[in-house]
């Protein structure tokens, strides 16, 4: 398997554009999730579904962020009007769930980079 | 809640040196204790898991041992190398939210290591 396929790698926009992420999790697995990593916030979760179906949105930081899952092998992040404080690195990773004892080890993109004028 | 705390980098050490970088974490079932490892440019992966007390995971010549006692999980190497340079995160996984076994991670910790 090529792993979580991730694109773009590097997006720049200029404030008030829509952005679009991209992500292809590895083949059976159940969970995928969206992470933002910034140096002031470190690694946050904004969303991930179980099944294609959203479980846990609570993370997402408002109306301009999205995403949906409309089969198993991809997903799509918006932000719509992206803005300057959006740039970010955004990761997608996917797993196969509960695994063992609760041992949910996560596979992650190599990320898209993000940086909105 | 479940949290994750780490300590604060940069660590910085001569290639050889040995490492240690502290991990305690608070549970409210009992979690499976995972370490990952960013280099530069790329995704979090995973460099070893202990799934219950006392397991030692290890890989690559890190080690870190599950410590219930101490609810710990320190990231240890005995000699490191310039390629070991990257951020390490702490992360647990845990029965008790919700069944769903969504980790939670610590901020990451950045190591540095000079030939």
């Known amino acids: 398997d090529a792993g979580v396929i991730q694109s773009p790698r590097h997006e720049v926009t200029e404030m008030g554009q829509e952005v679009t992420l991209r992500c292809k999790p590895i083949?059976?697995?159940?969970?995928l999730f969206w992470y933002r990593q910034t140096m002031m916030r470190g690694l946050e979760l904004l969303i991930y579904?179980?099944?294609?179906?959203?479980?846990?949105d609570s993370g997402m930081p408002e109306d301009r962020f999205s995403a949906k899952m409309p089969n198993a092998s991809f997903s799509t992040l918006k932000i719509q009007p992206s803005e300057p404080r959006d740039s970010a690195v955004y990761f997608c990773?996917?797993?196969?769930?509960?695994?063992?004892?609760?041992?949910?080890?996560?596979?992650f993109g190599a990320g898209s980079r993000l940086t909105v004028l | 809640g479940n949290s994750v705390t780490q300590m604060e980098g940069p660590v910085t050490l001569s290639e050889e040196a040995f490492l240690t970088i502290n991990c305690t974490y608070t549970a409210t079932g009992y979690p499976s204790l995972f370490w990952y490892v960013q280099y530069p440019g790329e995704g979090l992966q995973l460099l070893l898991k202990?799934?219950?007390?006392?397991d030692k995971g290890s890989n690559k010549g890190f080690e870190a041992t599950y410590r219930k006692e101490t609810t710990s999980f320190h990231l240890e190497k005995g000699s490191v190398q310039v390629s070991d340079s990257a951020v390490y995160f702490c992360?647990?996984?845990?029965?008790?939210?919700?069944?769903?076994?969504?980790?939670?991670f610590g901020r990451g910790t950045s190591l540095i290591v000079h030939p």
């Open positions: 992360a647990l996984s845990d029965a008790a939210r919700g069944g769903s076994y969504i980790p939670t």
């Open positions: 579904f179980n099944n294609n179906v959203p479980i846990d």
């Open positions: 990773a996917s797993s196969s769930g509960t695994g063992t004892s609760g041992a949910n080890v996560l596979t």
């Open positions: 202990a799934t219950k007390a006392d």
């Open positions: 083949s059976g697995h159940d969970y």
